[in-house]
């Protein structure tokens, strides 16, 4: 049986997805632990910006989700990154330089091409093209060994994204073999949705709504409490913008990441970040984006002054409220 859900807003999304697992789910076991498991999951959002997830108990680390976007947009697998926003990310991806499936290395490298830019290329020439599918799987290296164990501790749960502008808007369509409704989805609205806005902004048209389908919804059982005890919150839009034309972006994201990865190198003091912050010339959503990063730079290097300055300085108050329940979580 096919299960759809449709919201108007993530949070809306996830709480009825936590609501299914209330009317029933099926026990299925997995190699890090048993599960609850729904099968063939359909859901649809319909304002693609508003992709936070507010009510999950405990709350999503925002800094590490806009690190995952910066990552993934600059076509990374390192895993130094990423594993400096989240300690515990090599704990379910694996030891090592890099990382396996990252999301922006098999998008933006792995085959060869850039698949974003052919997206932008083949949509802007002709915008019926039923043709542009973003080619995450790649069977030579993720398909299991002849034992049906994984090849390796990373394997990309996200297949394939297809786009379609339709009523000049870009739809988008998310595959995901596997999905964790509590450490997974949060993040992969966040991560798919942005990368449906950034390329929008470079065909310079609007979003339409973003589809995802989860073919094994599931929940490990040591965290079915919390879903199952799962209440809405008071709700908040997020306020900003990520569309830029493609030029501008190109001029942008280079200063964005710079400055992300002198956060990462802890030689660099918390006030070069702040001041860093402060300086850059981007677009009000992307240094918001800067300045969530930067407080948790000061935070990792005990500087709760500089903490508090840079998530002050972020004019996005639903950022503000989901980093400083992070903080809370922490404490």
Known sequence: MFRAIDSKTADELWLAAAAAFRDGSAEQPSRAGATRELLHVGFCLREPRQRFVISRRPPLNIAFALAEIVWILGGRSDSAFINYFNRQYSKYCGEGPTYHGAYGDRLRRHLGIDQLQRAYDALRANPNTRQVVLQIWDSSIDFPGHS???????????????????????????????NDL??????????????????????????????????????????????????????????????????????????????????????????????????????????????????????????????????????????????????????
């Open 148 to 178: 049906g164990d994984p090849v390796s501790n990373d394997i990309p749960c996200n297949i394939v994204s297809l786009l379609k502008i339709r009523s000049g808007v870009l739809e988008w369509t998310q595959i995901m073999r596997s």
């Open 182 to 331: 509590f450490r997974g989805l949060p993040y992969n609205l966040i991560q798919f949705t942005t990368l449906q806005e950034v390329l929008a902004g470079w065909l310079e048209i609007h979003m339409g709504s973003y589809h995802h389908l989860s073919d094994s919804l599931h929940v490990y059982d040591e965290e079915l409490p919390g879903v199952m005890a799962a209440l809405p919150e008071s709700s908040e839009e997020n306020t900003d913008s990520l569309s830029l034309s493609k030029d501008y972006f190109e001029l942008v994201f280079p200063q964005l990441l710079s400055c992300a990865d002198r956060i990462t190198d802890e030689s660099v003091p918390a006030e070069e970040l702040a001041r860093a912050a402060h300086l850059a010339v981007l677009p009000n959503g992307y240094r918001n984006i800067l300045f969530v990063l930067s407080a948790e730079g000061a935070r990792r290097r005990g500087q709760k002054r500089i903490m508090v300055e840079m998530i002050d300085a972020c004019t996005n108050s639903l950022y503000q409220r989901l980093y400083r329940r992070w903080l809370s979580r922490l404490q």
